[in-house]
């Protein structure tokens, strides 16, 4: 089974910068599209950026110009380079992997204060 793992949450004040970090392990052929959402408390969950096999890229409007996502096919990794953090940003994100399925990390929190 593939399993997803998540780092790099923490807790910042706003205008500084994290970088998120989620690899895979686990059978898996090929990973055609990664992924970052988040879901803060008693809000839905929400995509913030994807990242397709041929480094396609899409953005969150809230996000753009502050976000940037990557991917290391070798390493199986894609991370979210977050910079001027604001603290409507704080929630738990989540990593999605999709290749013939969909895996989902466990989550890993950030959180901006002001």
Do not use: H
Not at 28 to 50: C, D, H, N
Not at 74 to 81: D, F, G, W
Not at 92 to 106: A, E, F, I, M, T
């Amino acid at each position: 089974q593939v399993q997803l793992v998540e780092s790099g949450g923490g807790l910042v004040q706003s205008g500084e910068s994290l970088r998120l970090s989620c690899t895979a392990s686990g059978t898996i052929f090929s990973i055609y599209t990664m992924g970052w959402y988040r879901q803060a408390p008693g809000k839905q969950r929400e995509l913030v950026a994807t990242i397709t096999i041929a480094y396609s890229t899409n953005y969150a409007d809230s996000v753009k110009g502050r976000f940037r996502i990557s991917r290391d096919n070798a390493k199986k990794t894609v991370y979210l380079q977050m910079n001027s953090l604001k603290p409507e940003d704080s929630a738990v994100y989540y990593c999605k992997v999709s290749g013939r399925l969909n895996y989902w990390g466990q989550g890993t929190q950030v959180t901006v204060s002001s």
